[in-house]
């Protein structure tokens, strides 16, 4: 079974962790790095986009939008949306997953790497979010 | 006699009256008994596979020796053969090497459309027919060069004996030469049509676990599991074929992959699977001008090998009685690969149900 039977289902998880997480530190290195990064995914298909450029309406950190097209973009990651979950869940080696062709990366990698590290209070989000929508 | 004509590509098989010439010197008639229904046969159908045209298609086949050339010592009339589609000549580079599996010469035969020699021997009405791969089974009878005859124990049926041609040899090679698969070793394979069944048994013989089968019909899961699949991942639910195989091989990957589709996507999952310093082994035939992607980086830091495997390595006069002796004793399945069989004139409905993917193998029997 697919984990996300919808775009929607996946966007509505994914909204309510950027509301949660766009003042964060990692959204705060996300803009210092003055960055915008892609996530592609197919099954369900549509774009994650999370951008640290732009200012926002708000003044947070980040803002993440959702497409059917690759907006502009300094790195995006492509995968099945199951494999995007397993990267919102914290289950991703992720130089693994770049090895495996599970996720096909292409731009400013190695500036986006550098925030890995800074992910882990975000897993814990999305975990939080998908238990509470009983999701998981 | 009749023949199923391919006239050109995107057309149904014509069921026509063809002439056939008496074999050469170095040539042998075969009356077909039975013809495997084989996706390579599809491709060309489909324009896939360019070869010339109008030909009789038809690779996997066996018969009864009627005829032979003068020159011919390896067979007589009366003997039951097994047709080989890599009818290797013996003394070019490759054979030589120890892999006619590579013969230029059978590989000039195919792009040709002829026999050794440049040899014609199929007409119609309208002038002649191409052969392909040195086969043309789906046909009431065949010539083919000697190098393309396999005798075979006359107490196998014949309808059985014909897959070994193609599906059944090119999938047990794929483990036994390509990967060569031991004891305890961790196999998945893409695909469970007539060729990854094979792929399969041919694993659990050479003692592999687990041996995880993968296919986008759920319906193969109980043919699959029959033939030794520890685990099936139906692949209509998901696109992800990795994850499952990491997690089922101690978060490692497998040690040997297969491939037997010939899709881009699974060819880069199969490279995928695999563990590090693993093997990753396409089998599935794509058409010529599909191009795949891999991780650079990862070639030298997982050292992983990729390789192929054309008509499973094998050498077919020893692999084809070898391949034989082992149904004979119960130890390869080839009663249950044959889940539908046709006359020649249905021979359309047979391709119609292989791209539905209902079928493990479809046999044509005259
Ligand atoms: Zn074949
Ligand atoms: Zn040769």
Redesign the pocket.
């Known amino acids: 079974m697919a984990t996300y039977q919808s775009a929607e289902e996946f966007i509505e998880v994914l909204s309510e962790v950027a509301d949660q997480v766009k003042n964060s530190p990692a959204a705060k290195s996300l803009q210092e790095a003055s960055l915008v990064v892609a996530f592609v995914y197919r099954h369900p298909d549509f774009v994650v986009l999370m951008d640290g450029r732009s200012p926002t309406h708000d003044g947070s950190y980040m803002s993440m939008t959702f497409h059917q097209d690759l907006p502009e973009a300094d790195v995006s990651f492509e995968s099945s949306a199951d494999v995007g979950h397993q990267f919102w869940s914290g289950h991703m080696d992720i130089p693994n997953a770049l090895a495996r062709g599970q996720v096909k990366a292409k731009g400013a990698i190695t500036k986006a790497l550098k925030l890995i590290p800074l992910l882990p209070p975000l897993y814990d989000v999305y975990n939080q979010v998908r238990q509470k929508r009983g999701l998981n | 006699m009749q023949a199923a004509v391919l006239v050109d590509a995107n057309e149904a098989l014509q069921i026509v009256d063809v002439n056939l010439d008496k074999p050469g010197p170095k040539e042998v008639l075969v009356k077909m008994a039975a013809a495997?229904v084989?996706?390579?046969?599809w491709h060309v159908m489909q324009g896939d596979l360019p070869v010339p045209l109008p030909a009789i298609l038809g690779?996997?086949g066996a018969g009864i020796v009627q005829e032979v050339g003068a020159e011919v010592v390896g067979v007589k009339p009366g003997d039951h053969v097994v047709l080989s589609?890599i009818p290797s000549c013996g003394h070019c580079f490759y054979c030589l090497k120890g892999r006619p599996d590579m013969c230029d010469e059978a590989f000039n035969i195919q792009l040709s459309g002829s026999l050794p020699g440049h040899a014609m021997r199929l007409h119609w009405a309208q002038g002649p027919l191409y052969h392909y791969l040195g086969t043309s089974c789906f046909a009431e009878n065949t010539v083919v060069p000697d190098t393309g005859v396999i005798p075979i124990d006359a107490a196998i049926p014949l309808n059985k004996a014909a897959l070994v041609g193609?599906?059944v040899t090119?999938g047990f090679g794929a483990v036994v030469h390509s990967a060569q698969v031991g004891p305890g070793d961790s196999v998945s394979v893409i695909g469970c049509g007539g060729v990854g069944l094979n792929v399969i048994q041919a694993a659990k013989l050479a003692g592999a676990d687990p041996i995880i089968a993968m296919d986008a019909n759920g319906k193969k899961r109980g043919l699959a599991e029959k033939f030794g699949a520890t685990d099936f991942v139906d692949a209509a639910e998901t696109d992800d074929l990795i994850t499952p195989v990491i997690d089922l091989t101690k978060g490692r990957g497998a040690d040997f992959a297969f491939e037997v589709i010939g899709r881009k996507e699974t060819i880069e999952a199969a490279y995928g699977m695999v563990r590090k310093a693993g093997m990753a082994v396409i089998v599935g035939v794509a058409p010529p001008h599909m191009d795949v992607s891999f991780n650079a980086f990862s070639f030298p830091s997982q050292s992983k090998i990729l390789t192929g495997s054309w008509y499973g390595q094998s050498i077919p006069r020893l692999d084809i009685p070898r391949i034989l002796g082992l149904y004979q004793r119960g130890k390869l399945n080839l009663d249950d690969l044959v889940t539908q069989s046709y006359s020649l004139e249905h021979i359309n409905d047979a391709f119609h149900e292989l791209t539905e993917g209902t079928v493990g193998r479809g046999i044509i029997e005259f």
């Open positions: 495997g084989c996706h390579s046969d690779h996997e589609w193609c599906a090119t």
